[in-house]
């Protein structure tokens, strides 16, 4: 998800300015996505630029407030309606690292693969602790979901290259 797409789904409700999209935003992903305040302005002003948002003026308060335009509605109807495209994901360094492992001569595969083992056991406990913890919020308990259903498929993924390494190596 682009920064950009997000700030536009959270103006798609109601104006807002900055700090508040940064909190909701994170709100809204679990925090499993950390966002600089500098991300957030750089991000508006770019949408600005593009005519995607206009300043709304300020709140009681005196902060700039941003609203969506109708361009930006378009674009993030775009959006939502077009699938991610799995070609668009960044390298898998986990793949990478297992891959690089086999091809070596001198790494102990096995040992590679039980590090990530116990790496993603942990993060799973930590995902299944948090998701306890959301209580209602359900954008949250989605991303938490999302991010056990990976670690899960993680292990697997991991348990298949343990067998195809042990029946290379048998």
Known sequence: MSIRHGLLALLSSEPRYGYQL?????????????????????????????????PGGADEQGRAVYMITEAGREELERWFSTPVDHSDRPRDELVIKIAMAVAATDVDVGEVILAQRMATM????????????VGDGLAQRLVLESMIFKAEAEQRWLDHCEAVVKEKNA
């Open 22 to 54: 940064r909190v909701e935003f994170e709100a809204s992903t679990g925090a499993t996505w950390p966002l600089n305040i500098g991300q957030v302005y750089t991000t508006l002003t770019r949408l600005e630029r593009d005519g995607l948002v206009a």
């Open 122 to 133: 942990r993060t799973l406990q930590d995902l299944t602790r948090a998701k306890r913890a």
